[in-house]
Nanobody, 122 residues
Framework: QVQLVESGGGLAQAGGSLRLSCAAS????????MGWFRQAPGKEREFVAR????????YYADSVKGRFAVSRDNAKNTVYLQMNSLKPEDTAVYYC???????????????WGQGTRVTVAS
């Protein structure tokens, strides 16, 4: 059972920045594509960003393109989400998960971590 532990959330002002981290227990971490997702209050969970196993390819939701950057450190089994120019509509609980393929945002693991809460004040 792979464990995913997200951290780095908190309260930020609009226009500010936060950096989220996701530590994965998977021994095959360097072979899997990873993604970030978020769920705002009263809304469905949505895709935010994904990164290929090697880190060479990244994809973003239109709503965060140009503001967020996903990266990974395979030596540390960790994926990051740098969030800049934050907006109140970025307020959500952020989760990481593997994705089934780099060209799609379908989560691989049925179990999710606890997520990390991001609140952006206007």
């Amino acid at each position: 059972q792979v464990q995913l532990v997200e951290s780095g959330g908190g309260l930020a002002q609009a226009g500010g920045s936060l950096r989220l981290s996701c530590a994965a227990s998977a021994t095959h971490f360097s072979y899997i594509h990873m993604g970030w997702f978020r769920q705002a209050p009263g809304k469905e969970r949505e895709f935010v960003a994904r990164i290929s196993s090697s880190g060479d390819s990244t994809y973003y939701a239109d709503s965060v393109k140009g503001r967020f950057a996903v990266s990974r450190d395979n030596a540390k089994n960790t994926v990051y989400l740098q969030m800049n120019s934050l907006k109140p509509e970025d307020t959500a609980v952020y989760y990481c998960n593997a994705v089934t393929e780099i060209t799609a945002s379908n989560p691989l693991y049925r179990s999710w971590g606890q997520g990390t809460r991001v609140t952006v004040a206007s």
